[in-house]
């Protein structure tokens, strides 16, 4: 079945630095969101990619949409405390009904 | 504007004993619900999904159950709940294959 893998795990970065999650499906999507769960709350949705090569600028994140439509990236510019939670990447396969989620990418920022 | 409600937002429960959490969704009419179970510092494991009332698909097997008695209700129960069932329950709504709006979700603690 559809796979989404995310990586890395873990990142600790230094407040000011750049961060990247990656997330790659075993199959082409239709789209693909981005979610953020800061710790202790509940994931909030932050955008959805739908076209090949897509990129979406939100303040100090990008969000891209591989030309093949079977990757993804978040990148934050210059991270901040209030950064810190779980980003998480989800799927839906064409074809498919079901939003596969990735098992999320842990951020700290350490001030 | 369309809002998710779950509750109770904290639970502690002894084995075996019964369960009954409710998601209610405001705002839409013939919405996909989900649920969700989340262990600390993991990923989001789907447990049930339902596109209409009376409409259940489980993805896991185990000794919960879910139903959708109303459109816009989604309830998730168990007879005798296992110390494994502790976990951050989260329901979310959303339209077909795409972005799910997640509720504040409930932290159930089996003792």
């Known amino acids: 079945g559809q796979q989404v893998m995310q990586i890395p795990q873990y990142q600790h970065v230094q407040e000011g630095e750049d961060f990247t999650t990656y997330c790659n499906s075993s199959?082409?999507?239709?789209?693909i969101q981005w979610y953020k769960q800061r710790p202790g709350g509940h994931p909030v949705f932050l955008i959805q990619l739908v076209k090949s090569g897509e990129v979406k600028k939100q303040k100090r994140l990008t969000f891209q949409f591989g030309e093949a439509k079977k990757n993804s990236s978040l990148h934050i510019t210059a991270t901040q405390t209030t950064d810190v939670g779980t980003y998480f990447c989800a799927g839906r396969g064409t074809g498919g009904f079901k939003t596969i989620f990735g098992a999320g990418t842990r951020l700290f920022v350490k001030a | 504007s369309q809002t998710i409600h779950q509750w109770p937002a904290t639970l502690v429960q002894p084995v075996g004993s019964p369960l009954s959490l409710e998601c209610t969704v405001e705002?839409?009419?013939?919405?996909?619900l989900y649920w969700y179970r989340q262990a600390a510092g993991r990923g989001l494991q789907l447990l049930f999904y339902s596109v209409g009332i009376g409409q259940i698909s489980s993805e896991v097997p185990q000794n919960l159950s879910a139903s959708r008695p109303q459109d816009r209700q989604f309830i998730l129960s168990s007879k005798k709940l296992l110390l494994s069932d502790s976990g951050f329950y989260l329901c979310a709504w959303g339209p077909r294959g795409e972005t799910q709006y997640f509720g504040p979700g409930t932290r159930l603690l089996v003792l």
């Open positions: 705002g839409t009419s013939n919405p996909n």
């Open positions: 199959t082409t999507l239709s789209n």
